[in-house]
Structure formats: C-alpha cells, structure tokens
Nanobody
Framework: QVQLAESGGGLVQAGGSLRLSCAAS????????IGWFRQASGKEREFVAA?????YYADSVKGRFTISRDNAKNTVYLQMNSLEPEDTDVYYC????????????????WGQGTQVTVSS
C-alpha cells in the first residue's frame, strides 16, 4: 500500500513550462512502477508517461515532457516544456507493484490530481 500526493500544477501561457511532483509514502518506493495520466472533465483518463526500469511517453507529449524519479526522496517528477492549450487537464500520478503498464487498469494506487491550465 502506498499514498500519493501531486503538486506543482497551475496556470501557464502556451510555450511555458511546469514541473509536477508526486510524493509517495513508505520505504518501498523504488519497487513501484510510477505513471502519469491526465483527464479532462467528461473524458477518459489518458496515459502521459511512466517510469519502471525504463521510461515511456505518449506520442502527444514525446519530446516535450520528461519523467524522472528520486528514490531517496520517494518522489517522481514530470517536467513539462513547450506546453500547449491541449495539455490543459487534471494530472494524476499512479503506482503499482506489477509490471510496466501504460493502462489505467495497470495501476492500483492514485493521487488526487493537480490542475494544469495552459492559456493561449
């Protein structure tokens, strides 16, 4: 069992940058696969990036977003550059002890989300 808490969201102009953080409880953080997802109101939650021995990115964010983790701090980061209005969503981090996954169903533990708004 793990608890997750996202932070770092906010309002930014198109072309700007934000860094999201996901802080996790416990001493077994390094064992977990960590994913980032995003969701607009009334739409499905979609995969953004994941870290679990290697990294993987959705095509929509490839080259602009970078996922990283600091196991000593039990924290995973999502660096978001060259932001676009289409990136406006609630962003969630997720964790699981099972194998690497890009699917919502591959993660059992979720944070409460942080709002990212990109203006034109």
């Amino acid at each position: 069992q793990v608890q997750l808490a996202e932070s770092g969201g906010g309002l930014v102009q198109a072309g700007g940058s934000l860094r999201l953080s996901c802080a996790a409880s416990g001493r077994t953080f390094s064992r977990y696969v960590i994913g980032w997802f995003r969701q607009a109101s009334g739409k499905e939650r979609e995969f953004v990036a994941a870290s679990g021995g290697s990294t993987y990115y959705a095509d929509s964010v490839k080259g602009r977003f970078t996922i990283s983790r600091d196991n000593a701090k039990n924290t995973v980061y999502l660096q978001m550059n060259s932001l676009e209005p289409e990136d406006t969503d609630v962003y969630y981090c997720a964790a699981d002890l099972r194998g690497f996954s890009t699917k919502v169903t591959g993660y059992n533990y979720w944070g409460q989300g942080t709002q990212v708004t990109v203006s034109s």
